[in-house]
């Protein structure tokens, strides 16, 4: 008698069970995984490509602060050529000439309160009564702006705003260091007057001095320049006070990148 065996298709064990569920979670691990680097890639694709943008990346280096600006050459030669070849970013470190092409009129009427409105250059070369004045820049390496915490208009009605204070004297004073090749500001004032103080020796009894240079086309006066005048009297044997350095531009306001873009500035003292 024929008998039919039949096999029994036996339930897997606890031991097979495990290592299914171990396998399908190592799937959805690699799955998170290499979704997480082609993620990362995608960014590192993505900003390298910026990066390597001639005109992006000197965008963005553009809006660096200037420090930060000026140590982004220590980067690589890459950024280091494009830093020393771009206009706009040498313009930024005060080592190139900025056009502001930018005047102001002081509008002074009863019982308002003061304010700057915009010239036009026209205005400015046919104005003989001093209210037109230009603007500049000063170089904030170089110079601090003295507004006693006063408004724009109020520094302009005080004859404040002409001048700043030359920094005290640098530690780096070779001839390759970058703020001797700065700009002291960005002008097209005919003419910059440097003030310091010296120690001068009067008979029985030294005496502080006053020592004044004018610099004709400041558009031309570099750090350097600054620190020629000092070394010369320095060099005749004077002791003079780096803490007490000041420039001055005739007939200028001081202003700011942001202030360009304004058509007037009001007064709010």
């Not at 005290?168 to 260091?177: E, G, K, L, M, Y």
Request: proline share 4%.
């Amino acid at each position: 008698m024929a008998s039919s065996t039949t096999k029994k298709r036996s339930a897997p064990g606890s031991d097979g069970s495990a290592v299914t569920t171990a396998i399908k979670r190592r799937r959805r691990t690699d799955f998170g995984t290499s979704s997480m680097i082609t993620r990362s890639q995608t960014l590192s694709a993505a900003r390298n490509a910026v990066l390597h943008t001639t005109e992006l990346l000197e965008n963005i280096l553009y809006f660096l602060p200037m420090k930060d600006l000026l140590f982004a050459q220590r980067v690589c030669m890459k950024w280091r050529e494009l830093i020393r070849k771009s206009i706009p970013l040498q313009e930024a470190l005060f080592f190139r000439p900025k056009e502001l092409n930018v005047f102001w009129r002081l509008i002074k009427e009863p019982d308002m309160p003061a304010k700057l409105k915009k010239a036009s250059r026209k205005e400015y070369l046919e104005d003989w009564s001093g209210e037109i004045l230009d603007s500049a820049i000063p170089n904030p390496l170089l110079c601090n702006i003295g507004l006693r915490n006063r408004s724009r208009v109020y520094s302009v009605l005080c004859d404040v705003s002409q001048s700043a204070t030359f920094k005290p004297r640098p530690s780096a004073t070779h001839a390759t260091a970058s703020w001797q090749n700065m700009l002291v500001a960005h002008t097209t004032s005919r003419e910059m007057e440097h003030y310091f103080e010296y120690l001068e020796n009067r008979k029985d009894a030294y005496v502080w001095d006053v020592y004044c240079t004018s610099i004709y086309r400041p558009r031309q006066a570099y750090g350097r320049n600054i620190l020629a005048s000092v070394e010369a009297i320095e060099s005749e044997g004077y002791f003079v006070n780096w803490e007490s350095h000041e420039v001055r531009f005739p007939g200028v306001c001081f202003t700011t990148e942001e202030e360009l873009q304004m058509d007037e500035v009001e007064d709010e003292v």
